[in-house]
C-alpha cells in the first residue's frame, strides 16, 4: 500500500492566530482598514500558493507511486480547480481563467511570458538548437488561447534586440558560450 498525500490545501485562513507583534518591535501607525484587508488578502493568497506548492507532485513521483489513470486524472482537477481559487482569490477575471488547467490567460499573465523570455534572451542571447523549440512552444501556447495577443509581436526579435543594446552598453562583444546570434532565424 503507498502512502498518498493530502490534496486538500485550501483552507479557511481566518482560522489562523494572528501572532502578537514583538514585544521590542514599536507597534506601526494605525492604517485605513482597507490596508488591513489588503494585506490579509495577500497574505492569504501567499499562504494558500505555498500550500499548493508543497502538494504538487511531479508525474514522476505519481509513477513511483503506482497511481492508476484515475487518481492521476482526480489529482489533476484537484489542482486546476486550486489555481483557479487562488487566480480568482488574486483579482484575476473568471473569463481570463482556463477551466481545464486553472491558470491565467489574462494579458497581465501574457506580459509576464513574453517579459521571461525577452529577459533570458537578453542576457544569455538565442541558441536556434535548444531555445528554439521551446520559443516555439510557449508562442504556441499563447497562440492557441489568446492569438489576440500575438498580433504584431515578435518574441524573437524583441529578444535579440534586447541582447545587442545590452551587449552594446557594456561596449564589448557577447560572451555567451550558447549564443548564436547570426543563426537564429
Excluded at 502538494?55 to 492521476?72: D, H, K, L, V, Y
Aim: charged share 25%; net charge neutral; with cysteine.
Amino acid at each position: 500500500m503507498t502512502a498518498r498525500r493530502q490534496v486538500d490545501v485550501l483552507f479557511d485562513l481566518s482560522d489562523y492566530p494572528k501572532g502578537p507583534p514583538a514585544p521590542s518591535v514599536a507597534t506601526p501607525a494605525q492604517e485605513s482598514p482597507s490596508a488591513d484587508v489588503d494585506r490579509a488578502k495577500r497574505w492569504a493568497v501567499h499562504t494558500a500558493a505555498s500550500r499548493i506548492r508543497r502538494i504538487a507532485i511531479s508525474p514522476r513521483e505519481q509513477r513511483a507511486a503506482g497511481w492508476t489513470p484515475e487518481q492521476i486524472v482526480d489529482y489533476r482537477t484537484s489542482m486546476a480547480d486550486f489555481r483557479i481559487a487562488l487566480g480568482l482569490a488574486q483579482g484575476a477575471a473568471f473569463d481570463d481563467i482556463d477551466p481545464a488547467s486553472g491558470y491565467s490567460m489574462s494579458r497581465a499573465s501574457y506580459d509576464a511570458a513574453r517579459h521571461s523570455w525577452i529577459s533570458s534572451m537578453k542576457f544569455h542571447g538565442f541558441n536556434p538548437g535548444y531555445d528554439r523549440k521551446r520559443l516555439n512552444k510557449a508562442i504556441a501556447y499563447w497562440e492557441e488561447r489568446r492569438p489576440q495577443f500575438l498580433v504584431g509581436d515578435d518574441w524573437l526579435a524583441a529578444g535579440l534586440d534586447a541582447h545587442r543594446a545590452y551587449w552594446q552598453a557594456l561596449d564589448h562583444p557577447c560572451t555567451c558560450a550558447t549564443c548564436d546570434e547570426g543563426d537564429a532565424s
